[in-house]
């Protein structure tokens, strides 16, 4: 099993799959830092750029970063959808990424050696109806991710995604039953992730051995993903 002296730091690290990668990692002999707003080793709030600025502050520079924290917005038809709720899906979901990445990547690049893991969604690529805040937001995570990824290509900094399907995680908790249901039925696999699984992808994609790929987004949805 590999042995790891990196430092990682995981946002939204106090619960779902930002625990349970937190936990693998450490037992590979990672360093780990969590960064939540409720819990963890650190509190932050992603979507505020003068939280993400102390927290860079405390914790320095670190060679992993994994982007775990979300939301799922608003459960509604389009027209339904407050502006309020949609703005928060994005400072949440998307500026919460950007603002991580724009921290910490800097510090990766100087040292030449780095990995970034965006949590995205099967709903970036499918659109799932009701849920048009979270869809759009995870879908700009994925652009996000291609577009660093080209940028600090040649770096040693390699930037990837991850695009699961429903994950059975607190997050899910209050997520309209029917949305759920609709995504186990449309899984062929015919149930839910189980955090821990997503957690072994991620650990490959911020290990040595990863060592090819850049701006690419890695399923997990039980054979539901088409593209």
Not at 14 to 42: F, K, M, N, Q
Not at 65 to 81: C, Q, W
Not at 192 to 209: R, Y
């Amino acid at each position: 099993m590999e042995t790891s002296t990196h430092t990682a730091l995981i946002t939204g690290g106090a619960s779902g799959i930002g625990l349970e990668t937190a936990h693998l990692l450490r037992s590979r002999g990672y360093r780990v830092i969590t960064a939540d707003l409720a819990g963890g080793d650190e509190k932050v709030d992603v979507s505020d750029p003068d939280s993400v600025a102390r927290l860079r502050e405390r914790v320095g520079e670190v060679d992993i970063l994994i982007n775990s924290a979300g939301i799922v917005g608003p459960s509604s038809r389009v027209e339904d959808t407050e502006y309020e709720d949609w703005r928060r899906t994005f400072a949440v979901n998307v500026d919460g990424v950007f603002l991580m990445c724009r921290a910490l990547a800097p510090g990766m690049t100087r040292r030449g050696w780095g990995r970034i893991v965006n949590l995205s969604s099967i709903a970036a690529k499918e659109g799932n109806p009701l849920q048009s805040a979270y869809s759009a937001s995870k879908a700009a995570v994925i652009g996000l991710t291609k577009s660093l990824g080209k940028e600090l290509a040649g770096t040693g900094v390699l930037v990837n995604a991850v695009a699961p399907t429903a994950v059975r995680t607190p997050m899910n908790e209050s997520t309209d039953p029917a949305i759920l249901a609709r995504s186990q039925a449309l899984t062929p696999l015919g149930r839910f992730a189980e955090p821990t699984e997503i957690a072994q992808l991620i650990a490959w994609l911020c290990s040595e051995e990863m060592s090819f790929s850049t701006g690419a987004v890695f399923d997990a949805s039980g054979g539901r993903a088409s593209y």
